[in-house]
T-cell receptor, first 111, second 117 residues
Framework: QKEVEQNSGPLSVPEGAIASLNCTYS??????FFWYRQYSGKSPELIMS????GDKEDGRFTAQLNKASQYVSLLIRDSQPSDSATYLC???????????FGAGTRLAVHP | DGGITQSPKYLFRKEGQNVTLSCEQN?????MYWYRQDPGQGLRLIYY???????QKGDIAEGYSVSREKKESFPLTVTSAQKNPTAFYLC????????????????FGPGTRLTVL
């Protein structure tokens, strides 16, 4: 059974701090990785994709990938209360754009 | 205005009834997916379709059925055989995997919340 592990949280950070969200996955064949943000009661929205080892930056978000360690992370700089949500890690596994979702990490940014 | 629509937003079902959830997209995406989300859990794949008139079972297909007669539409039927159907149902779509072999991101509709009475 292919698995994705995330710390369920809540991860509580003060406004303006860096939030670090981590994810490990079991399928060594995964080549594409996605981070989604899900507000309570809403559907997931894509915030980052990463395909190669290393860092990828987009605004306040940085995704980091280490395929050898089967580890992917998301850093949120200058965290805002509006970033408070559940963040879902989703490696692609088994081809055909099939995503395997972790249970998510709940982030709480307090003023 | 491109996007994915799901209807209804809320659905109540009596035990023993079949219900159909609608999913429509105007993004010209080839692939469509149905997921189920239970409280505090990640999304689990029910069915997916890469092309019209073809679909495959996901990890939890028992008690569900789908059809893909049009590129734009991928309805999901929750049958009476599904023992615990109360959940948040999400439809997604994506373009086909690229020729480079990298998969492409999925975009989600707003979801349907199904409750069994």
């Amino acid at each position: 059974q292919k698995e994705v592990e995330q710390n369920s949280g809540p991860l509580s950070v003060p406004e303006g701090a860096i939030a670090s969200l981590n994810c490990t996955y079991s399928d060594r064949g995964s080549q594409s990785f996605f981070w989604y943000r899900q507000y309570s009661g809403k559907s997931p929205e894509l915030i980052m994709s990463i395909y190669s080892n290393g860092d990828k930056e987009d605004g306040r978000f940085t995704a980091q990938l280490n395929k050898a360690s089967q580890y992917v992370s998301l850093l949120i700089r200058d965290s805002q209360p509006s970033d408070s949500a559940t963040y879902l890690c989703a490696p692609c596994s088994g081809g055909y754009n099939k995503l395997i979702f972790g249970a998510g990490t709940r982030l709480a940014v307090h003023p | 205005d491109g996007g994915i629509t799901q209807s209804p937003k809320y659905l109540f079902r009596k035990e023993g009834q079949n219900v159909t959830l609608s999913c429509e997209q105007n993004l010209n995406h080839d692939a469509m997916y149905w997921y189920r989300q239970d409280p505090g859990q990640g999304l689990r794949l029910i069915y997916y379709s890469q092309i019209v008139n073809d679909f495959q079972k996901g990890d939890i297909a028992e008690g569900y059925s789908v059809s893909r007669e049009k590129k734009e539409s991928f309805p999901l039927t929750v049958t009476s055989a599904q023992k615990n159907p109360t959940a948040f149902y999400l439809c997604a779509s994506s373009i086909a995997p690229s020729e480079t072999g990298f998969e492409n991101e999925q975009f989600f509709g707003p979801g349907t919340r199904l409750t069994v009475l």
